[in-house]
């Protein structure tokens, strides 16, 4: 009888020490895939980093080069601005080469169409609803105010 007890005991130890290792089986399986799981995100991450950065040097180049081809900026003496100067512009119409058609009135209506190029230079383009065209100008700030030449025109 004490032999069948010692040999029910070790089976039941034996049963605990197998549902422990399935549990631990289990639990190392589960840790297993999670493993694996983060390691395919972590590759993929890394590839997409990998194309962003090359996306980045990219754009880099392209702003450099698209830097290096915009004239410098004009430099008005202190209380002159963009918008002041396009409303001188715009009084003087005997600089448009153009007059209007159909009953329409040669003018600036889009100062967004108006540009500033280098320290002296304007383009700009003016319209009557009709026909419209550009103006290429030479500007000059004097004490007594701007002093505008038309040097050449384009009609559309």
Known sequence: ????????????????????????????????????????????????????????????????????????????PEGITRDGMIDQLVKNKELFPWHGVLGGTMDIYDQNQVWFIGPAWCMAYIEDGHMGGYMLLRYKITKEGIEWRLIDSEEL
């Open 1 to 76: 009888m004490l032999i069948v007890l010692v040999i029910v005991i070790r089976n039941e130890n034996f049963f605990e020490r197998q549902a422990k290792q399935k549990l631990n089986s289990k639990k190392m399986t589960m840790l297993l895939c999670i493993t694996l799981v983060l390691m395919v995100i972590s590759i993929y991450l890394g590839v997409k980093l990998h194309d962003l950065n090359g996306k980045l040097v990219s754009l880099q180049r392209a702003y450099q080069d698209l830097s290096a081809s915009i004239p410098p900026s004009p430099s008005w």
